[in-house]
């Protein structure tokens, strides 16, 4: 951990330490990504997370916004939220891996709405494998509002 009061760690749903320094590397790759016009590092909203907001060009205008919000801990848990505001209504989907009450530790929370049980499923052991797993079905997304 770089630096966080120990309140912020004791908040997580994984009971592991933020690791901001993985954030940290993250937020250098990300900040060079045409994909996003703007990464935002501990907002005042969500200070354990990475928000990351995708450029406007990868939806219709029927799409206000979207963000991947990133949490990630210290012993490899981490919680990724990818979300859209659109005119009538918001998509929510999350990939989860922590300690739960409702799944298994690796589970997602399918969209459009993110439901608190979701459902149980495996993720890759890497990191960066869970990174790119997230963002490809984040792309094939928005290549479907292309593709009517």
Known sequence: MTGQDES????????????????????????????????????????????????GRFYPSSVQNARL???????????????????????DHRWDRHPSDHNTRDHIHPGPDAPTHGDDTSHPSDWRDVLSMALTEIETRQRAFWEG
């Open 69 to 91: 919000e990133l949490v990630w801990f210290e012993n490899g848990d981490f919680s990724l939220h990818y979300h859209e505001d659109h005119d009538e209504g918001t998509f």
């Open 8 to 55: 912020t760690a004791s908040e997580s749903v994984s009971g592991a330490p933020i690791d901001f320094d993985r954030l940290g590397i993250i937020r250098n790759r990300f900040t060079t990504d045409e994909r996003f016009t703007q990464v935002v590092d501990q907002p005042e909203f969500a200070p354990e997370r990475l928000v990351c907001v995708y450029d």
